[in-house]
């Protein structure tokens, strides 16, 4: 296997902070495609890669999707990080389907939930 085979090319459209907050505010459900391990600013993060209008509001076009990125801080809240190692995992596997998802502040963190359940 060479190296060009396992890279993944961050790049893309990320959802900004107040983007953001409209997804928490609204319990907007989206899907997350992709988990990828990054490192920006000298921090360690998550980037999910997720199905999202070009712009999130209330004048988006929720049936035009592209894929948009949400970042993580690595080490930010515990839980987050082992869910979000192990939807890596998951959606790295042959055969994996969409993990959809819901933002929810609690506290200063951001959650992410099963949006199904």
């Known amino acids: ?16 902070a107040a983007e ?11 899907a997350i495609t992709a988990v990828v391990s ?4 000298d921090q360690d993060r ?21 894929e948009r990125n949400i970042s993580f801080p690595k080490s930010g809240v515990e839980s987050r990080d082992r869910m979000l190692e192990q939807m890596q995992e998951y959606l790295n596997r042959d055969g994996s ?14 959650i992410i939930r099963n949006a199904e359940g």
């Open 1 to 16: 296997m060479s190296f060009f085979d396992e890279y993944q090319d961050i790049g893309g459209n990320f959802v900004d």
């Open 20 to 30: 953001k907050q409209y997804l928490m505010d609204n319990g907007v459900p989206f």
């Open 38 to 41: 990054d490192r920006a600013f």
């Open 46 to 66: 998550f980037v999910a890669k997720v199905e999202l209008p070009e712009e999130v509001g209330e004048d988006a076009d929720w049936t035009q999707l592209v």
């Open 97 to 110: 389907e969409p993990v959809t998802v819901k933002l929810e502040k609690v506290k200063r963190s951001i």
